[in-house]
């Protein structure tokens, strides 16, 4: 294994310099610049205030600021590991909905269970494959703007899981042991089973043996009463750390829990579901993966707090699911690139004759309390289930070939698509988070792009008055454009100012000090109210990404711009009149057809 590791050095722990902590003068600066849109000016004024007690030379700023730079010479990351914990560890909400985002792929063409294990076989033989390009550091080092990236996340991807606790969870990393996990935890129908795939002599299983085990495990897991253990881990996560203590008091569960956690990875053999309208489908095969689709469905085969779940249908459809504290987006984006290349090639391998053993099921000894416990759960993971809104649409019309002919980001142009449409909706802009990676520094993880900027603003209350011009109004789009732009070159460049702020807010705390008074402000707590929270899915391929809203009265925007259509996905809660997953896609397609009116104009 020290082999391996030595050899993992030069990709993973590459020349990719410290994150720096920036300026405090000008993340303030930028904050306030941020608020501009968002509040009325006498609210604006109040703040400012705030903001220049808060830096004057020598004061808390600057003492909080120095703690910050200490930091960041002792550590790794000044951030990442602060950030983790904060955002995602300490978190009570369940994982489901809230935090674990979910990947819909293009359905295969099958429709039977015989083909799915086919398809299942050559998943897992694909994702065998990527694993062992990590483990001989044959992953190509990842640039950005011709800047290398941290490579570090990748092997984090296999052997890992969270851990419920009390007051914060935690993440154990099994794949880093001397005797690595051999195992892949494979569900169906509830029942969890142990499936080796790996040979006596190292080697990995091949396609035909895979799938011989696989159907051993299908002939193993026909329908019965067992209960769905799988349903506890979408609970609130101080209910389901209770739960999970209780659980592994038992010898035989502490057992199976450990061999899930510790597994490679899980893949999850859905039963069918009912078939619904062509439209409908993108959407409801998104939910599928995202949590299953209730307690009746197939919820009962996930381990939420796992890194790394593929889901994979009778019905061709399939995708994966990722817990987010452990793992993010451009590196599973990297892994299933190789999965839809690995899957294009046939593999003719002929499977050695050796007998393989029996995949172990795990079993659990339930009592009246844990029984009590799922009963809760199944009721509380349908409830979150009929509260999300879930839409998923390919706008056809153009790609991201459009903004890039008139010398436009794609991505700034959509932001700026997003909050157009919301003003549309809701009369009024709101505050929207987009995620940046902060990979081009070591242990780096995310940043946010804030929105809207004031050039937003200035063009969206331009856009539908008649009174303006038309090229009023593109000069005014472009700057909008444009500003956007500018603030995510300053995240790329360790820049943004949320994570220095959230720092300076630790740093406070860690130092035993009050809270300062400009995090208690309203105005803080208005502009971090994301109710829009996007994301770009950075995949070469149709994939959907969906995940739910940060906050009640909010949305949830995922797309994943092509040469010529971009698929997106909305999704937001029932249980808030105000928002309609169904009625902001209506709108944002009307705003994206006006936005090429505009660039084009056909008459």
Known sequence: ????????????????????????????????????????????????????????????????????????????????????????????????????????????????????LVFASKLIAAVLDFKAKINTGQIPMEYMRGKPLCMELYPLLFSSCRIPGPKHDSIAHYGRSRRSPTHITVVRNYQFFQLEVYNSDGSQLTEGQIHSQLMRIRSQSWKTDKEPMGILTSEHRHTWGEAYNRLLRDKLNKESVRL????????????????????????????????????????????????????????????????????????????????????????????PLIPLPMPKKLYFNIDREIKRDIELAKQNLDILINDLDVNVFNFKRFGKDLPKKYNMSPNSFIQVALQLAYYKVHNEVCPACD??????????????????TSQTLMFILAFDDPSVSREAKLQLFREAVDAYTALTDLALNGHGIDRHLLGLKLQAIEEGMSIPKIFMDTAYGLATHWKLRTGQVPANTDSVMCFGPLVPDGYAICYNPQADHVHFSITAFNCCEETNAETLAHTLKDTLCQLQELLQPTV
């Open 435 to 452: 995620i940046a990676s902060q990979r081009m520094f070591r242990g780096g993880r995310t940043e946010y792009i804030r929105s809207p």
């Open 260 to 351: 899930i956690e510790t597994g490679l990875f899980s893949l999850c053999l859905d039963s069918p579901v009912m078939r619904i309208s062509d439209e409908k489908y993108a959407s409801r095969k998104a939910a599928q993966i995202l949590h299953g689709g209730g307690t009746f469905s197939n919820s009962g085969n996930r381990w939420f707090d796992k890194t790394l779940q593929f889901v994979v249908g009778e019905d061709g459809s399939w995708g994966l699911l990722y817990e987010a504290a452990t793992i993010e987006g451009p590196p599973i984006a990297t892994l299933l690139h190789h999965i839809l290349q690995y899957c294009d090639n046939p593999n003719p391998q002929r499977a």
């Open 1 to 116: 294994t020290d082999a391996v590791s030595l050899k993992q050095e030069p990709c993973f722990f590459s020349s990719v310099p410290s994150q720096p902590v920036p300026p405090l003068a000008q993340t303030l600066q930028n904050y306030l610049r941020a608020l501009e849109p968002l509040l009325p000016p006498e609210e604006l004024n109040h703040t400012r205030r705030m903001v220049h007690e808060f830096s004057r030379p020598g004061g808390l700023g600057a003492q909080l600021q120095e703690g910050l730079e200490r930091r960041a010479r002792h550590t790794k990351n000044w951030i990442s590991d602060r950030w983790v914990q904060w955002a995602f560890l300490e978190s009570r909400q369940p994982l489901p909905v809230h935090s674990n985002p979910a990947i819909s792929l293009p359905r295969r063409d099958y429709n039977d269970w015989r083909s799915q």
